[in-house]
């Protein structure tokens, strides 16, 4: 049975929607985030709701290996393909047929490796290495990657058409720094896996000062971090070494993002200048309640921009983060116009 996916955040809600809509079609699926932000465990969710959660669920790491080796693990080959082959071997394809295949760390492939897959992909069929005789393999493949594909696809570095190929369905696995609501649940799920794991029946308490310090942090390695800090805490038997750690990183990380703000806050002096113009032109269009409100609206494009970027554009956590109702954060947006900076 696959880790469930823990959270109560807008994100984790969508994609546990796009897995049970997507689970039952067999479309390609690409799952994309960084690092440690739990890829395996949505491919493991999608397998587990799928008709084929009775198959072979086969992952190949496709940055572990070099080329050679990463071929014949995927394809197979017969004996004698090459020095050292003396049996056959059965590729993951194959021993994926009818069940699914995960394809981890994709964006490392080599092109003429990618030139391979693709056509497993469009005629799911496949030679192993030394045999003419096509092998066929009716294998789901869900592929994951923490790099932008796209922009490898722009520099010449992943096929185009693959890329197309694998995109039927794409899901996206926010950080967890941009999700901090989902970090208590997570807590309670692993160290109740990990108590069981490690045979401790005296748990130490998680005080709401501790807690607080870890939803602060940014989690740079994500899940993978917090199970690590969880694990190690647990078997030390204190929180407070290692959250007060983690806390000193976290503020920091706040300090280099107050001088951030600082920076962008020198737009209010723009205000200052654009109504001393334009007291200097016309002073019968000069007023305090003119001045005020377009240094208000000013500040609030420039706050409200910058925490929708800190949070990936999740408003939700926006929101919560600047204490207005999701309503009027909506209302915001639109009334200033405000737009993410790739927009």
Not at 241 to 259: G, P
Request: aromatic share 8%; with cysteine; hydrophobic share 40%.
């Amino acid at each position: 049975m696959a880790t469930p996916l823990i959270g109560t955040s807008e994100s984790i809600e969508r994609i546990r929607e796009l897995i049970d809509h997507v689970a039952d079609t067999g479309l390609n699926v690409i799952i994309t985030g960084e690092s440690g932000v739990g890829k395996e465990v949505v491919a493991q969710n999608l397998y587990d709701k799928s008709p084929r959660k009775d198959k072979p669920f086969i992952k190949v790491n496709c940055a572990a290996l070099p080329d050679g080796l990463l071929e014949s693990e995927l394809f197979g080959f017969e004996r004698g393909a090459f020095t050292g082959a003396d049996r056959k071997k059965r590729g993951k394809f194959e021993l994926a047929h009818e069940g699914v295949i995960f394809l981890d760390e994709i964006g490392d492939m080599s092109l003429s490796l990618q030139s391979k897959l693709l056509h497993v992909l469009q005629s799911g069929e496949f030679a192993p290495l030394g045999s003419e005789k096509e092998v066929r393999s009716d294998a789901w493949v869900i592929a994951a990657t923490n790099q932008e594909l796209e922009q490898k696809v722009k520099k010449g570095l992943f096929r185009e058409d693959l890329y197309y190929r694998l995109n039927t369905i794409k899901i996206f696995i926010p950080p967890l720094r941009n999700r901090p609501e989902d970090i208590p649940p997570l807590i309670d799920y692993y160290i109740e896996k990990y108590a069981s794991q490690f045979d401790k029946k005296r748990i130490p308490k998680l005080e709401p000062d501790a807690m607080e310090k870890l939803m602060a942090y940014s989690w740079p390695g994500n899940v993978r971090e917090l199970q690590n800090v969880l694990k190690g805490s647990m078997v030390i038997g204190d929180w407070k070494e290692i959250i007060d750690d983690l806390y000193f990183k976290s503020r920091s990380a706040a300090v280099t993002s107050s001088e951030e703000s600082a920076l962008e806050g020198a737009s209010i002096v723009d205000v200052l200048l654009d109504f001393k113009g334009v007291y200097s032109s016309d002073q019968a269009l000069f007023s305090l309640k003119k001045v005020t409100k377009k240094a208000t609206d000013r500040i609030e494009k420039e706050v409200i921009s910058f925490v929708l970027d800190k949070t990936g554009w999740n408003r939700t956590n926006a929101s919560k983060i600047l204490k207005i109702s999701y309503k009027t954060i909506l209302y915001k947006i639109n009334d200033l116009n405000i737009k993410r900076h790739n927009e």
